[in-house]
């Protein structure tokens, strides 16, 4: 079990309402197990709708009063948030992959990405302010104002546990919402730490609350019509009827969704150093990443030369627990994921790509958890599952092609569109990715193209529904809805 004050004696999850961590009342829910050992780590149960009604009126009640608390003092909890998260970051970690199976490193990275948004929502003020323009028409002034609208809830999946919750909760609150989050039931642990420390930030009761729960708790939440607004991060099939059903009723929403992204290896390329932001880029988290690329459309004058050198790194890639100093690569998240991956693997072979490197059946001494080493696969073609198809493990594939054209054509065949990048020395070839490429997070030289917390985090076709991405000014812009106000004085 991990040892954690907001966990039940029972070593049940909690729901954090009204500034008080409540028992779910629940039959349904279910454990949370550490991927690399098998051990039980807690059990979660899953949030009902009488205690939703609560949490949401709760919610709706704390928004009266802290939509008109000056901004200044509402960033003040967010500055004590961030001092706490930055003392405690190492436990968070130690928590993260202990529940979700990465590296210490890995969870230490992602808990920084996390904490960055604290930091520029700090910046509420300056970023909030819209518009005003005097005569702006015979003796009228007229003004635009940024108001916050009421409770919003973001519900997000596994495998960022740390990061993805701040993706959108700091800027919530900093705007004058108030929110619930509701995370991945396979790994909310770190969650509950969260929001001890947020508990510690001071925010006021309500303001920030969580509920744990599955699919029957995110229902009730994007079809309550005490709920203003939904932000969603998870696979294409939930991000899609997220986003269809909270629309339905009439709310604001975003759903990012899941994946396929290409890296194109140019002729002109350092090849040694796209060999290594490739593996890196493939198989960190084990690939569970939505901007893992792996389809590599290599040009076909350097192809020989690249598989020897992305096999020969993968080899050097150290499977392992992820709080053991040297592994590279740790655990799958659970073993029904580990065997859809095996899946898409024997889906490769069965298809006609040749196997360069299978990670199939790796062994970790000492741990009989879900391991995946990398895996390699040469001669894909683009209509192969595996070039098509979100893998989420250590699993690359790589494409032959015969000129810029082809691979930025191949790429653009999509039906996703969350990333893309290009090794080149050429500044036109650049130039034309930048343009051409259907992909909302590009890189040049850069494996995985991680927007710092200060930028949006791109996404497009089925990667992303809505018009507004997490992180940065367009979280703003999703929190707040501008009011005009016209102004005449006729004696002035
Ligand atoms: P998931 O879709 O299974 O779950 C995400 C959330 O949705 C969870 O909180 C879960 O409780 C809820 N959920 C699951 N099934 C549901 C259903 N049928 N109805 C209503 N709610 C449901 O995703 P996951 O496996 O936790 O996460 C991995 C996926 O997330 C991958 O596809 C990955 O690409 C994607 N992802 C996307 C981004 C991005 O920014 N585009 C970032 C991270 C992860």
Not at 8 to 23: D, F, H, L
Not at 168 to 193: C, H, M, W
Request: hydrophobic letters at 40%; one cysteine or more; charged letters at 20%.
């Amino acid at each position: 079990m991990v040892s954690l004050d907001a966990l039940s004696q029972t070593g049940e999850v909690r729901n954090y309402v009204g500034g008080n961590w409540t028992a779910v009342e629940s039959d349904d829910g279910q454990a949370v197990i550490n991927p690399a050992t098998g051990d039980e780590l807690a059990y979660v149960p899953f949030t009902g709708t009488d205690q939703l009604d609560e949490a949401i009126a709760t919610g709706q009640e704390a928004f009266e009063t802290w939509r008109n608390t000056p901004v200044v003092e509402r960033i003040q909890p967010l500055f004590r948030l961030k001092a706490l998260l930055d003392e405690h970051q190492e436990e968070l970690a130690e928590i993260l992959v202990q529940e979700h199976g990465k590296t210490f490193d890995e969870a230490m990275g992602e808990l920084r990405r996390g904490i960055e948004n604290v930091e520029v929502s700090c910046g509420i003020p300056s970023m909030m302010q819209a518009g005003f323009l005097e005569n702006a028409a015979p003796g009228i002034d007229e003004a635009a104002v940024r108001q916050p609208l009421g409770v919003f809830t973001a519900i997000t999946p596994f495998n960022f546990p740390g990061m993805i919750p701040l993706w959108f909760l700091p800027y919530a609150v900093a705007t004058g919402n108030s929110f619930i989050l509701k995370p991945s039931e396979q790994d909310p642990l770190v969650a509950q730490r969260i929001f001890e420390l947020i508990d510690e930030a001071g925010f006021p009761d309500g303001v920030v609350q969580l509920v744990n729960g599955g699919k029957d708790t995110v229902n009730a939440l994007i079809q309550h019509e005490g709920i203003a607004g939904v932000s969603f991060v998870g696979s294409t099939p939930v991000a899609r009827h997220v986003y269809k059903e909270s629309a339905a009723t009439g709310k604001r929403v975003q759903a990012q969704g899941g994946a396929k992204n290409h890296i194109i290896v140019a002729e002109s390329a350092d090849l040694r150093h796209a060999a290594e932001q490739t593996v890196s880029s493939a198989c960190a988290c084990a690939g569970e990443r939505c901007l893992a690329n792996d389809v590599v459309l290599v040009h076909e004058s350097v192809y020989d030369e690249f598989a020897d050198l992305v096999v020969e790194l993968a080899d050097q890639q150290v499977v392992g627990y992820g709080l053991d100093e040297d592994t590279d690569i740790g655990a799958m998240i659970s073993a029904p994921h580990a065997e859809r991956v095996r899946g898409h693997i024997q889906s490769g072979v069965d298809e006609g790509a040749t196997l360069l490197r299978d990670g199939r059946d790796v062994e970790v001494e000492g741990y009989d958890g879900e391991f995946i080493g990398p895996t390699i696969f040469g001669d894909v073609t683009p209509d192969m599952t595996i070039a098509r198809e979100e893998i989420f493990g250590p699993v690359f594939g790589l494409v032959r092609v015969s000129d810029m054209t082809e691979a930025i054509d191949t790429l653009n065949q999509s039906e996703f569109g969350n990333a893309a990048s290009l090794f080149t020395r050429e500044g036109a070839d650049a130039r034309r990715f930048r343009n051409e490429a259907q992909a909302g997070n590009l890189g040049v030289n850069v494996g995985t193209s991680a927007p710092m917390a200060f930028f949006h985090f791109g996404g497009r076709k089925a990667s992303a529904f809505g018009d507004l991405h997490a992180q940065g000014e367009d979280m703003i812009q999703f929190y707040t809805d501008k009011t005009i106000f016209i102004e005449r004085w006729p004696d002035a």
